[in-house]
């Protein structure tokens, strides 16, 4: 059975509107969700352990009599990591140690510069105390998300890092916990949903209010990371899972069904786009979609994605490509072209760009280095990808002289009348005052 996927060009009189109707994305939150979520953390905050136990035995199915029975402790981590079978293990020690090289060279620094008059200006960078880190558990098990979200925080210099991960019916998964370990994960909790992010937000007689909630959940998880955010910082609300590909049509065509194929069996909702000026080639693709579906097991998952929110466009030319990329703003891009490195440059809006026939989209996923956690709907045009400067805030430093505070003082106190705020004059003009 052939996939409907969409399929039209930017010659087409309807192009514009076909383009927007392709990636609208209603990211409204559910109101029953909303409504629920609300409850829950409104119990949480009141009740605290008393709570979490409650909504973590209802949900995951667990008999847990305290928060205690709740927690792991690190040799139960190790003993996770020390059992992996070797290959994986490897796998997941190299992985973590390329994320920690890539991120070991993002902390920003500190400055300060001193005026003639002896008045110092400057600005101090330091960590986060405490993070939360949220993981999804069950059949969603990813300890890539881990490695991306923990290992920042540390080489920000995080001082306590909690994770929360769900253990439906009490199964916990190995690789994850792995990758707590490598990732120097301090204490690990077998928490989720709401009731898990508002234990980190406002904190319990076990759990210590962390600074900042970051990792991926379901739609209860980022209902609860709405409504915590301003109590506690957050990593951002992330849509569904997105890949762009623009192509010059002379890579195999097998090779990017498959990095299409890579975003959409995410979920229904995940986006995955290809973008050719080579109306041929996009028949070739499309072949290869429909040769090649049969054979993944999450056929169903892909073929309602790619149906729903997938499109295969014909453009005039590359630079017409770039130009629809940037419109696009896709959470990642794959420039997979000839002399790919000349058309980055034609790139303004990505969460990441896979340069090259041979930079498949998974291996940023996994072990390339960069972050995988990204903008996604768009918001590439604004925002960046996860970071160590996520998990460090800065501070300005003013220490005016004595001489400083007579030309400042009488600026400040010129501006404060302006504004009809008199006491902020007089505290400037104290100063000038002074013998």
């Known amino acids: 059975m052939m996939i409907a996927i969409k399929r039209f060009a930017s010659t087409d009189a309807d192009f514009k509107a076909r383009l927007d109707a392709l990636l609208a994305f209603e990211g409204a939150q559910d109101e029953a969700v909303d409504r629920t979520v609300a409850a829950i953390l409104a119990d949480v905050k009141a009740r605290g352990d008393a709570a979490v136990v409650d909504y973590t035995n209802r949900f995951d199915r667990l008999t847990a009599a305290a928060m205690a029975d709740l927690e792991l402790s690190r040799d139960e981590?190790?003993?996770?990591?020390?059992?992996?079978?070797?290959?994986?293990?490897?796998?997941?020690e190299t992985a973590a140690a390329r994320v920690r090289a890539y991120h070991e060279r993002q902390p920003l620094k500190g400055w300060q510069y001193e005026e003639a008059d002896g008045t110092l200006l400057g600005?101090?960078?330091t960590p986060l105390d405490r993070v939360g880190l949220y993981v999804p558990g069950g059949k969603a098990a990813y300890p890539s998300s881990v490695l991306m979200n923990a290992i920042p925080a540390k080489v920000a210099g995080v001082k306590e890092l909690i994770m929360v991960v769900p253990t439906p019916g009490g199964e916990h998964n190995q690789l994850v916990l792995a990758a707590a370990a490598l990732a120097g994960?301090?204490?690990?909790?077998?928490?989720?949903?709401?009731?898990?992010?508002?234990?980190?937000?406002?904190?319990?007689?076990?759990?210590?209010?962390?600074?900042?909630?970051v990792g991926p959940g379901n739609a209860y998880v980022a209902a609860a990371k709405r409504r915590v955010f301003g109590i506690v910082g957050i990593d951002m609300v992330a849509g569904p899972s997105e890949i762009l590909v623009v192509c010059d049509g002379q890579t195999d065509p097998d090779w990017v069904a498959m990095d299409l194929f890579s975003q959409a069996e995410h979920d229904e909702l995940a986006q995955s786009i290809l973008v050719c000026p080579d109306a041929a080639y996009i028949d070739r693709v499309a072949a290869s979609?429909?040769?090649?579906?049969?054979?993944?097991?999450?056929?169903?998952?892909?073929?309602?994605?790619?149906?729903n929110r997938g499109a295969l466009i014909q453009v005039r030319d590359l630079d017409e490509a770039c130009a629809i990329?940037?419109?696009?703003?896709?959470?990642?891009?794959?420039?997979?072209?000839?002399?790919?490195?000349?058309?980055?440059?034609?790139?303004?809006?990505a969460g990441a760009i896979f340069i090259g026939r041979y930079t498949s989209e998974s291996l940023g996923d996994y072990c390339a280095g960069?972050?995988?956690?990204?903008?996604?709907?768009?918001?590439?045009?604004?925002?960046s990808p996860l970071g160590v400067y996520d998990f460090q805030k800065r501070t300005s430093l003013i220490r005016v002289s004595r001489e400083g505070s007579k030309t400042l003082g009488r600026i400040a106190a010129t501006l404060a009348h302006g504004e009809g705020l008199p006491a902020h004059a007089r505290s400037a003009e104290y100063r000038l005052e002074e013998e």
């Open 289 to 307: 979609i429909d040769k090649l579906l049969p054979t993944m097991p999450r056929r169903d998952v892909i073929r309602a994605a790619l149906e």
């Open 370 to 383: 960069p972050n995988h956690v990204l903008p996604t709907s768009g918001s590439a045009r604004f925002s």
């Open 77 to 92: 981590l190790h003993k996770a990591l020390n059992g992996l079978p070797a290959a994986q293990r490897e796998a997941l």
């Open 123 to 125: 600005q101090m960078v």
């Open 325 to 349: 990329a940037n419109r696009i703003a896709p959470e990642h891009l794959e420039l997979s072209l000839a002399n790919a490195d000349a058309w980055v440059e034609k790139i303004y809006h």
């Open 185 to 213: 994960v301090d204490r690990v909790f077998t928490i989720g949903g709401a009731q898990a992010v508002g234990a980190l937000a406002y904190g319990t007689q076990t759990i210590p209010q962390v600074d900042k909630v």
